[in-house]
Nanobody, 119 residues
Framework: QEQIVESGGGLVQPGGSLTLTCVAS????????MAWYRQAPGKQRELVAQ???????DYSESVKGRFTFSRDNAKRTVDLQMNSLKPEDTAVYYC?????????????WGQGTEVTVAS
């Protein structure tokens, strides 16, 4: 049973748009941070955007003005609206959920959804 499920990836032409969605299972409690990461072939995984319960939202400099991150606590989802996509945005995008409770701090990762930006 998957606890973190991502969807929305696919093939898109440069300049196009995609929306990624991440859903956290109700079995995950005490969520503090939800975030999107990405990893391109041969490169390190990097943070794209994140939001905490403060709340605060942070964006990577490479996506500011193009990507919009939104969190819906009631639906336990985070969306990443990606506009003006570039070939360099091609990567596997991962959703990460961080929880914190008396038992400790835990990270949950989804399986990833692949985004390919090409003609």
């Amino acid at each position: 049973q998957e606890q973190i499920v991502e969807s929305g990836g696919g093939l898109v032409q440069p300049g196009g748009s995609l929306t990624l969605t991440c859903v956290a299972s109700e079995t995950i409690s005490n969520i503090k941070t939800m975030a999107w990461y990405r990893q391109a072939p041969g490169k390190q995984r990097e943070l794209v955007a994140q939001v905490t319960n403060a709340p605060s939202t942070d964006y990577s400099e490479s996506v500011k003005g193009r990507f919009t991150f939104s969190r819906d606590n009631a639906k336990r989802t985070v969306d990443l609206q990606m506009n003006s996509l570039k070939p360099e945005d091609t990567a596997v995008y991962y959703c990460k959920v961080q929880t914190a409770s008396w038992s400790g701090v835990w990270d949950y990762w989804g399986q990833g959804t692949e985004v390919t930006v090409a003609s």
